[in-house]
């Protein structure tokens, strides 16, 4: 019974006699708290819409084509927008379209030069630009992102391709940013 005991009250205090040399490892005094960097506690413009639209130059294209999708950036502000990360990806009915619906496309072009390197965001693993800046209040900007459809793609009326963005960006030097989704033209995939 005493043994029993023994081994208690060891298990009970073994934990504290542990803790005991790491608790007086931490400082008394708390470290300063950093200051969050600029962009993250600027203000953000809830009520306006992202300033971001597009158009394609195809409301079809057959099987063998490829379309252009035009996306322009306008700032609204009064002061330069400075910095924009933007990502444009499939939507789901275009993922589920080429998973079990046998469509097939690719991004051929950016800016009309070959390939994505132009102008993507490899870090967003997906297509999208850098847009050329600081952007003047009321000014424009616009790319290009150009695909093509694979000549042994499915076709016919239920089957389009089509994206979504995602856009940050900061204007008033930083100290304000808006995000948010917006739409991306695409195109239907109407057999010849």
Not at 56 to 80: E, M, Q
Not at 81 to 90: A, C, E, G, L, W
Not at 105 to 126: D, F, I, K, L, R
């Amino acid at each position: 019974m005493r043994l029993t005991s023994w081994k208690r009250a060891v298990r009970a205090v073994l934990p504290l006699l542990l803790a005991g040399p790491l608790l007086a490892a931490v400082p008394a005094h708390a470290a300063p708290v950093q200051a969050a960097p600029a962009h993250r506690v600027a203000a953000r413009t809830a009520s306006l819409p992202v300033p971001v639209t597009s158009v394609s130059d195809r409301a079809t294209t057959p099987p063998g084509g490829s379309f252009t999708a035009t996306v322009t950036l306008t700032n609204p502000h009064d002061t330069p927008i400075r910095f924009v990360f933007q990502s444009v990806q499939q939507t789901y009915d275009t993922f589920t379209d080429v998973e079990f619906g046998g469509l097939k496309y690719a991004a051929t072009a950016c800016n009309g030069v070959p390939g994505q390197s132009a102008c993507g965001n490899p870090q967003a693993g997906s297509h999208g630009a850098l847009f050329a800046l600081p952007l003047a209040p009321g000014a424009s900007t616009s790319y290009t992102l150009t695909y093509t459809i694979a000549p042994d793609s499915a076709c016919g009326e239920a089957l389009n391709v089509s994206f979504y963005s995602y856009v940050y960006y900061e204007y008033q030097g930083g100290a304000a940013f808006n995000d948010g989704l917006a739409g991306v033209a695409g195109t239907q995939v109407r057999c010849p």
